[in-house]
């Protein structure tokens, strides 16, 4: 509708939507990206007031330098021991990745979601959270189960939808779950984990408990009204929790500033909730851990919930379903200022005398081969569509604890069919 | 005791005998609630285990999702049922969904009271009918008392499932049976045995309707409201229905209904929400389905039309005694 401007006089209104820098073809710049040096940001007190985290919400916390030297407040001073562990873990999270992506182009699943670049966000955060500390994770944070030390070949049995996935084939692969790893299951849904996990810490405190909550979106889904939600909820009850936010600069095709980035930092968002907010360099290992370690403690002593921007890139499509050279320019990874999470981990560990190029890449064939492993024993229980999967009455199962009429009688049909269809599918 | 002292009550029951039963909403706390059902419950069990919560419908059911999954057994309300839509993503996608995602690993056992039904001049946002929405998903239980008795007993039997319940609460009879007569004086609950209410603890099995009339003519099923407003109908102009209370639409209770219809031969389906797509159509499809041969007319469905509720003309939309008058008389014309 075109209708004749009013108070014609008068400039008319234009509408701002916002466009990324690059698109395919371009060459990609982020100079004009503000990279704080490792070690300029305050450490504050864990129990400073909500009111007092402006300059550091639009700020960067950052340990690891470009000599990579761990460096200024943040540094949490970690034993070499824990710095390979941590590195060994991101290394295995990258080889997972890989070769369940490969999987997938093999047609033995579905659908698989990388998390490379973003290695050191989740298993750094496990690391400084304790074990039995509940996670609410979105579909990017493997690496939390990985620093778990959780099985390789359950996960993929969950990828595979095969006979030994615990999910019984109910989920999507990566959709995992488990109780035993205080890893709550994961949905589609966007951000509704964010309420969850902030009503799980409320419930631990409310019992007098000490564990605590973390629990990780993405910037885009921080524009779901559960992040809304969930922040308020938190404020409000100073509850024991960690607010996650995975700012890697891309929610599939739509750049950050369609959630808000143009304008200021995600970090930001917690000072108008009256939550500390950090904003972190999220493909440092040393300064997340050490911020999730600062909030852990603030958590822990009943100072309130803290958000934590990690700034970060996806570095690969956002599924195996996407194509990122139809949206972006394939140079940005490339020129990204915070490089690659795992090499900078490794540099420091070098830069200390306690590793080598030798042992990393020996470290690398290691894992290749773990995982290589692991997919050919999970592989024995199934790839997905090839029969092995779980019995059919499973199907019906754990809609509610004891099964309704009508279900029982929809199972009755849907075996009645499988009679009739004479497919060779095992029934328990 | 009136509905709300019985909702009430069941309430304070399961918060004495599980420490894990919490209770929270907008306005539940101090305050009591804005229909006094939470009315002492803080002053009583503290402020940690019933308190006041930020107006956000999703917070408030996603925050008790998680407080399900810690091991508590949150009971949240939802001021009115015309407020739930925010939260349906955490009912529809989460609730709902929780244990058969996880393979039981976690569950989500919530209980969700919220005050529903018109009857009240509510208009548009404080009249609906929202239960259709629910039954629609799996892994819900839709439950809906029509007498104080059964409010308490279903609420304690809400509160112990292990499954994620939504207790619609017909706030036109919080205080007393309605018999479809706006324009009559309102009776309160002391006059009606569904006002005797035991004070401690007992439950009302979910998933079991109540014939609350026995009758040969035609069988009605109803829940909430509409149970009275019929019962009061057909006693009027000397029908001999055989009254259904459902209590529980899902699971539903499916004996009850079909043993019933197949001895009258006849059906007439009754609730307040709009009728295209409503609860009604799913059990005249049942019962089309189970008594096909001993239907002697077409099941008759008599609800709220097929608009927003109104306010001033509330009484032109309201399934009242003359539009189920008509539709009995259609009924039982052969």
């Known amino acids: 509708m075109t209708a004749e401007r009013p108070r014609a006089n008068l400039p008319p209104l234009t509408l701002h939507v916002p466009e990324p820098k690059f698109r395919p073809g371009d060459e990609a710049d982020f100079a004009d990206v503000d990279v704080p040096p490792a070690g300029a940001a305050r450490r504050p007190e864990a129990s400073a007031a909500p009111d007092s985290f402006h300059e550091l919400a639009y700020s960067l916390v950052r340990v690891l330098d470009d000599e990579g030297q761990a460096v200024g407040p943040w540094n949490p001073k970690l034993s070499p021991d824990k710095l390979r562990r941590m590195l060994r873990h991101m290394a295995l999270v990258r080889a997972f990745d890989e070769r369940m992506f490969r999987a997938q182009r093999q047609g033995k699943t579905s659908f698989y979601m990388k998390c490379t670049g973003e290695e050191a966000i989740a298993v750094a955060a496990a690391h400084a959270l304790e074990r039995d500390d509940m996670v609410f994770p979105s579909y990017r944070q493997q690496g939390l189960l990985i620093a778990r030390d959780w099985d390789l070949v359950d996960m993929m049995n969950q990828i595979y939808s095969n006979k030994g996935d615990r999910l019984q084939g109910k989920q999507l692969p990566i959709m995992y779950s488990t109780k035993e790893g205080s890893f709550f299951s994961i949905s589609g849904n966007l951000a509704t984990q964010y309420p969850q996990a902030v009503g799980w810490a409320m419930a631990s405190a409310a019992k007098g408990d000490t564990r605590i909550a973390a629990t990780w979106c993405g910037e885009g889904s921080t524009a779901e009204g559960d992040f809304h939600s969930a922040c308020t909820f938190a404020s409000v009850y100073r509850a024991p929790v960690i607010l996650n936010v995975v700012n890697n600069q891309w929610a599939i095709s739509s750049f950050s500033g369609f959630a808000g980035a143009e304008a200021t930092t995600f970090a930001a968002r917690a000072v108008g909730y009256g939550i500390a907010g950090l904003r972190v360099d999220g493909n440092d290992a040393l300064a997340v851990y050490a911020a999730t370690e600062w909030a852990a403690e603030r958590a822990r002593t009943n100072q309130g919930p803290t958000l934590i921007e990690h700034f970060t890139y996806r570095a690969e499509g956002h599924s195996t379903s996407d194509d990122p050279s139809q949206y972006r320019s394939a140079q940005e990874y490339g020129v990204w200022p915070l490089g690659d999470p795992i090499v900078r981990l490794k540099r420091h560990l070098i830069a200390i005398g306690e590793w080598d190029e030798d042992r990393h890449a020996a470290q690398d064939r290691e894992l290749a081969e773990m995982v290589k492993a692991a997919q050919k024993e999970a592989e024995k229980n199934g790839i997905l569509g090839h029969g092995l999967h779980q019995p059919l009455d499973t199907l019906f199962e754990g809609v509610f604890e004891e099964m309704p009429w009508h279900l029982k009688e929809q199972q009755a049909q849907m075996l009645a069919e499988e009679e009739a269809s004479g497919r060779p599918w095992a029934r328990k | 005791m009136n509905m709300i002292q019985a909702i009430n009550s069941a309430m304070a029951v399961m918060m004495e005998r599980d420490p894990d039963v919490i209770v929270m909403g907008e306005d539940v706390g101090y305050f009591g609630g804005v229909f006094r059902a939470t009315a002492g419950l803080q002053a009583k069990f503290g402020k940690t285990r019933v308190f006041d919560t930020p107006i956000t419908e999703c917070g408030i059911i996603g925050v008790a999702v998680g407080m399900g999954a810690y091991g508590l057994r949150p009971v949240p309300e939802i001021q009115f049922a015309d407020y739930i839509y925010p939260a349906l993503d955490q009912l529809v996608s989460e609730a709902a969904r929780l244990r058969y995602r996880s393979a039981g690993d976690f569950t989500a056992p919530i209980t969700v009271r919220s005050p529903f039904g018109g009857g009240i001049f509510g208009g548009q946002t404080h009249s609906q009918s929202p239960e259709g929405i629910f039954t629609h998903v799996s892994g819900l239980k839709t439950v809906i008392p029509s007498t104080p008795y059964d409010a308490k007993g279903l609420l304690i039997a809400a509160i112990e499932d292990n499954d994620p319940v939504l207790f619609f609460e017909p706030k036109r009879i919080y205080n007393g049976p309605f018999d479809g007569h706006w324009d009559r004086p309102s009776k309160n609950w002391s006059g009606h045995p569904g006002g005797e209410v035991p ?52 699971p539903l209770d499916i004996d009850t209904i079909e043993a019933s219809v197949k001895k009258t031969g006849r059906c007439l389906i009754v609730h307040e929400a709009t009728r295209t797509g409503g609860f009604g159509a799913e059990l005249s499809a049942l019962v089309q389905e189970r008594c096909f041969y001993q239907l002697e007319a077409p099941i008759e469905r008599v609800t709220g039309f097929d608009t927003p509720y109104p306010h001033s003309l509330e009484w032109a939309y309201f399934p009242g005694p003359v539009r189920l008058k008509m539709a009995l008389d259609k009924l039982l014309k052969d």
């Open chain 2, 199 to 250: 004070g401690g603890y007992y439950r009302i099995e979910l998933g079991k309707a109540q014939i609350v009339r026995p009758g040969e003519a035609l069988t009605v099923l109803a829940y909430g409201t509409m149970v009275h407003v019929v019962q009061a109908t057909c006693e009027e102009h000397g029908i001999d229905a055989e009254i259904v209370d459902l209590r529980t639409l899902l």
